[in-house]
T-cell receptor, first 109, second 114 residues
């Protein structure tokens, strides 16, 4: 079993839709959870991170961690074509970081 | 401008010919790391460094070497590259002050070993 599992997609949605991206993780010792966005031919960029359980909101993006089910989610409201990218979830305890395989998202205008 | 710079961006080489991919950061970050990205497998950590002269293995270190003689530089060395090391490589840096949650990535190095 991979330490962080993520559905690779691709996921295709119309502009304006609410997008839900999900991951599961197995290492309970890692308390920090991140979402990165990666555009084609670029390095990943941090979108947001959360510590332990709960929600965190930043504009159209909401990150959610459910430690009881070991589930990480990213919600994108009012999705835009510019949101088309690969989204990577990650889990870290400090030095070692484990990434999911990434979900490719396409937002159609 | 804060950045992580990798060189080269693209490299085609032959099996067994030693190569080095350089990585440099200008943010005075203590922590640096190398990843490889393969379809369906995502980003996998090769090596990481907590500070100068302190390195440790990640999940896929076989066939790679690293060194951290200066804070800003973290080169990745392939002593005898093989075709299974064909991949997209990323260097990243971050600060312990953010618990390494915000990693800054380079633009990537696409390596092909024939």
């Amino acid at each position: 079993q991979k330490e962080v599992e993520q559905d690779p997609g691709p996921l295709s949605v119309p502009e304006g839709a609410i997008v839900s991206l999900n991951c599961t993780y197995s290492n309970s010792a890692f308390q920090y959870f991140m979402w990165y966005r990666q555009y084609s031919r670029k390095g990943p960029e941090l979108l947001m991170y959360t510590y332990s359980s709960g929600n965190k909101e930043d504009g159209r993006f909401t990150a959610q961690v459910d430690k009881s089910s070991k589930y990480i989610s990213l919600f994108i409201r009012d999705s835009q074509p510019s949101d088309s990218a690969t989204y990577l979830c990650a889990n870290t305890g400090g030095f070692k970081t484990i990434f999911g395989a990434g979900t490719r998202l396409f937002v159609k205008a | 401008e804060a950045q992580v710079t990798q060189n080269p961006r693209y490299l085609i080489t032959v099996t067994g010919k030693k190569l080095t991919v350089t990585c440099s950061q200008n943010m005075n970050h203590e922590y640096m790391s190398w990843y490889r990205q393969d379809p369906g497998l995502g980003l996998r950590q090769i090596y990481y460094s907590m500070n100068v002269e302190v390195t440790d293995k990640g999940d896929v270190p076989e066939g790679y070497k690293v060194s951290r003689k200066e804070k800003r530089n973290f080169p990745l060395i392939l002593e005898s590259p093989s075709p299974n090391q064909t991949s997209l490589y990323f260097c990243a840096s971050s600060s312990p002050r953010t618990m390494n949650t915000e990693a800054f990535f380079g633009q990537g190095t696409r390596l092909t070993v024939v």
